[in-house]
């Protein structure tokens, strides 16, 4: 008699060969794990870029276990591996939340902002750094800030209207829609770009941190709190309640250490093209494909959004 799977692998590529697949079928041989079913989630359409099936597996290893065997496949080179509990109930989730800058946007807003203000070595220096988590973020942040003082106002409307989305970006916020899910933009950047996203992206819920301008120029402050990784999370939980959700029902999306509050605190924590940190900390992590990759971790196939 088989045994009841007790964990979903989304195995997710631009192109899942046959090696691959037998690597991973090798690896969870060697710890005691049986295949129950392989679903592929991606259609064979000649113009898709992107690959997956869902492989669901018993065996009496913990998550930790299974996570560490399928990481080593990841690390050798392999695909995208998302190891996910067979009882979690991935339809319930009825909130997506999303960082802003290099998640929904493929920069920094603020490392754009210093580059047409002339320091830009000096604030992306900084940035990356607080990415990887070795500075803390209100000091990063007022740092970066304090540089940006006297930059014109008319900058911030023309990278605004010239950011770049994220591949999978408007095609993942459609079908999140159609599935009936609320979405959210939570980011220590600005609201300036943040309230641009979500216009152009139908987006319900967007917390960011207000410039401060006088007189046509940044003055190297923000009014308010400044949104950093906690305060990022404490909205995650206020606008489940607010949904009258769980935090279990909640995806959270990331790529920056200041993003592990809210991944760790939503029921599905993903890491996106993240840092080495954000994704061993994460648990799960896309780094292969653009952010519809998060469709499939949801359980849901090409041919649903057709």
């Known amino acids: 008699m088989q045994t009841a799977p007790n964990f979903v692998l989304t195995v997710i590529s631009r192109d899942i060969s046959s090696a691959d697949l037998a690597n991973i079928f090798s690896k969870l041989e060697s710890i005691y794990a049986s295949i129950t079913n392989i679903k592929k989630l991606s259609d064979d359409a000649s113009e898709n870029t992107k690959s997956c099936f869902e492989v669901s597996i018993s065996t009496d290893k913990d998550l930790a276990a299974v996570r560490d065997a399928m990481n080593a496949v990841v690390e050798a080179g392999g ?84 950011l770049p989305l994220t591949e999978g970006v408007q095609y993942m916020m459609k079908s999140l829609k159609s599935l009936g899910f609320k979405t959210a933009l939570f980011s220590g950047g600005f609201y300036f770009f943040a309230n641009h996203l979500q216009k152009l992206l139908d987006i319900d819920y967007v917390y960011a941190n207000n410039l401060e301008i006088v007189d046509g120029e940044v003055t190297g402050r923000v009014t308010g709190e400044v949104v950093n990784g906690d305060k990022k999370r404490d909205k995650l939980v206020s606008v489940a309640q607010e949904l009258g959700i769980k935090e279990s029902q909640v995806v959270a999306v990331g790529d920056g250490a200041n993003d592990l509050p809210m991944i760790k605190t939503a029921g599905l924590g993903v890491a996106f093209h993240a840092k080495p940190l954000v994704r061993e900390e994460a648990g799960l992590a896309v780094s292969s494909i653009g952010l519809d990759g998060l469709l499939y971790i949801l359980g849901h196939s090409d041919s649903e959004f057709k």
Do not use: W, Y
């Open 79 to 162: 695909p995208d591996i998302c190891v996910i509990p067979a009882e979690f109930a991935k339809d319930e989730i009825k909130l997506a939340v999303f960082d802003m800058d290099s998640t929904l946007v493929q920069c920094e807003c603020i490392d754009e902002l210093a580059k047409r203000h002339g320091i830009g070595d000096q604030v992306s220096s900084i940035t990356a750094s607080a990415m990887r988590g070795e500075i803390d973020f209100n000091e990063s942040f007022s740092r970066r800030m304090a540089l940006l003082n006297g930059l014109s106002e008319e900058v911030l409307q023309d990278i605004a209207d010239n």
